[in-house]
């Protein structure tokens, strides 16, 4: 079965410093990962994704993804959090059907 | 384009009438997605189409729940009759499907309240 999973409901961070927001997946065959952010009250909003290739993907707003194939992860990262940042990140496993299976969200704190 | 287009933003009705959400998808895209958001069990979908025809409706929680993509640039999604415990805010997706992995677009929400 295929799954997704992050395993922390919230992260904190200082301002400046790097983030790290974590994701493992379970899959057979190739995975298709994604993160998506949520900022309040709004809808999800796309960030990056990996298909094939390079295992460091960029995204907006600074983000990049490293994809672990060993390790079954697709962390988020960012160099320097800016207070911006706080939201609900969501990584994302599609399968075949276009289907994409969300895990149930991190919740980002960024402090000043 | 004005991207995914839900209406109502915000809906407060009370037990055992029925609500009608609708949904927009961004013009040209084959996919279209329902979901619905809570504190309790997070985002959850319900329903999804492909090209106007429902393909896995598995996450539909129960016959009071209907959906229908009657054309390519509309869906609603149907309660009938509603109860508190279907409040929280839904959201409608799409994208264009294919070979590609596309990435889905999001709506803003409808926030719904059934006292």
């Known amino acids: 079965a295929q799954s997704v999973a992050q395993p922390e409901d919230q992260v904190n961070v200082a301002e400046g410093n790097p983030l790290t927001v974590k994701c493992t997946y379970s899959?057979?065959?190739?995975?298709?990962l994604f993160w998506y952010v949520q900022y309040p009250n709004r809808g999800l909003q796309f960030l990056l994704k990996y298909i094939t290739g390079d295992n460091l993907v960029k995204g907006s707003y600074g983000f990049e993804a490293e994809f672990n194939k060993s390790q079954t992860s697709f962390h988020l990262k960012k160099p320097s959090a800016l207070v911006s940042d706080s939201a609900l990140y969501f990584c994302a496993l599609m399968n075949r059907d276009d289907k994409i299976i969300f895990g149930k969200g991190t919740r980002l704190h960024i402090l000043p | 384009d004005a991207g995914v287009i839900q209406s109502p933003r915000h809906e407060v009705t009370e037990m055992g009438q029925e609500v009608t959400l609708r949904c927009k998808p961004i013009s040209g895209h084959n996919s279209l997605f329902w979901y619905r958001q809570t504190m309790m069990r997070g985002l959850e979908l319900l329903i999804y189409?492909?090209?106007?025809?429902?393909?896995?409706d598995s996450g539909m929680p129960e016959d009071r729940f209907s959906a229908k993509m009657p054309n390519a640039s509309f869906s609603t999604l149907k309660i009938q009759p509603s109860e508190p415990r279907d409040s929280a805010v839904y959201f409608c997706?799409?994208?264009?499907?294919?070979?590609?992995?596309?990435?889905?677009?999001f709506g803003p929400g409808t926030r719904l309240t059934v006292l």
């Open positions: 899959v057979s065959g190739n995975p298709y």
């Open positions: 189409f492909n090209n106007n025809v429902p393909i896995d």
């Open positions: 997706a799409s994208s264009l499907s294919g070979s590609s992995y596309n990435e889905q677009f």
